[in-house]
């Protein structure tokens, strides 16, 4: 009763009007509802996922054959004990009533199945990286101080738990990798083998966007889709781009359209607007027509 006494009349009334506004109809009210997934726990885990993907480089202590399996446990422990609760709380929210039958204990443990892939897929990126910058000293450099790697790694555990049908989670760890690299993938577009993003400032890959193996982008590029209110293309329409394998894709260019194909070997120059498809082999300079 002290503290409510002494605060200012003007705050008060700040809080009151406050208070007042949650009882208009209003789309941020959001409460009397299941708790949402907690961000921090969400992006703690994947660090502890990407630390036990590339755990010789990520690790606090020296790694013999030993060690090996103990540090793993650590981390996959934590990643399991972290993950749980917001898929949990991500499918109470939804009003799914599958989450009484402990299915986001079996996704975060399918999901840690599934780690020798993944970790197989980003070894091939780390070598796509390497091979193709000269500019890279050395594969520890790439692994270590390249934002795309940060960006497929992230990209490919929320993918997984994208294809799970989790809501909210595979989102919120593209966004954390989309701060730290100003890489933006959406957890549902479809990435092949030795893929490479070089510098990667400003690259944005949509939701359906479908990409084959060995396909290089540079800084800047979008693949995107055209310009709709979400009641004319659902979410399940194919709304962005298709890349072939070995295309490639130069700094600025923009390719929008869920019937855009970019033919298998292609070339897309720089600055490039691409709203139609490129039969295979082709390279495309300057502003492209419709």
């Known amino acids: 009763m002290a503290a409510e006494r002494s605060r200012p009349p003007p705050l008060a009334a700040a809080i009151d009007a ?6 208009e109809a209003a789309e941020l009210n959001n409460f009397e509802r299941s708790v949402l997934p907690r961000q921090g726990k969400v992006i703690e885990a994947f660090e502890h996922l990407k630390t036990a993907i590339f755990l010789g480089y990520h690790s606090h202590r020296v790694l013999t054959r030993d060690t090996l399996r103990s540090v793993l446990e650590e981390h996959l422990s934590q990643a399991y004990e972290l993950l749980v609760e917001p898929i949990e709380c991500a499918f109470r929210y939804g ?5 009484h039958d402990h299915v986001a204990e079996a996704i975060v443990l399918r999901l840690l199945g599934r780690l020798p892939e993944l970790r197989r897929l980003l070894n091939a ?11 890279a000293g050395s594969v520890e450099e790439v692994v270590l101080s390249y934002p795309s790697i940060t960006a497929i790694c992230a990209h490919r555990v929320a993918h997984a738990l994208h294809l799970e049908g989790v809501p909210f989670v595979p ?5 954390h990798a989309h701060a730290l690299t100003g890489i933006d993938i959406h957890p549902g ?5 030795s893929f490479f993003i ?16 060995r396909v290089k982008l540079y800084q800047n590029v979008t693949l995107g889709a055209l310009s709709t209110a979400r009641a004319e293309a659902g979410r399940e329409s194919k709304r962005h781009p298709t890349i072939e394998d070995d295309v490639t894709i130069y700094a600025g260019a923009t390719i929008l359209g869920g019937a855009t194909v970019i033919g298998r070997g292609s070339v897309v120059g720089g600055n490039v607007w691409l709203v ?7 390279k495309i300079f300057g502003r492209a027509k419709a």
């Open 18 to 23: 406050l208070q007042a506004s949650y009882d």
């Open 95 to 99: 009003c799914e009533a599958r989450h």
């Open 125 to 135: 990126d780390v070598v796509a990286a390497f091979r193709g910058d000269p500019a």
């Open 171 to 175: 989102r919120m760890i593209a966004e």
């Open 189 to 193: 577009a479809v990435i092949g083998e």
């Open 198 to 213: 070089d510098h990667g400032t400003g690259v944005v890959i949509g939701e359906t966007t479908v990409i084959g193996d």
């Open 276 to 282: 139609k498809s490129l039969p295979a082999n082709r």
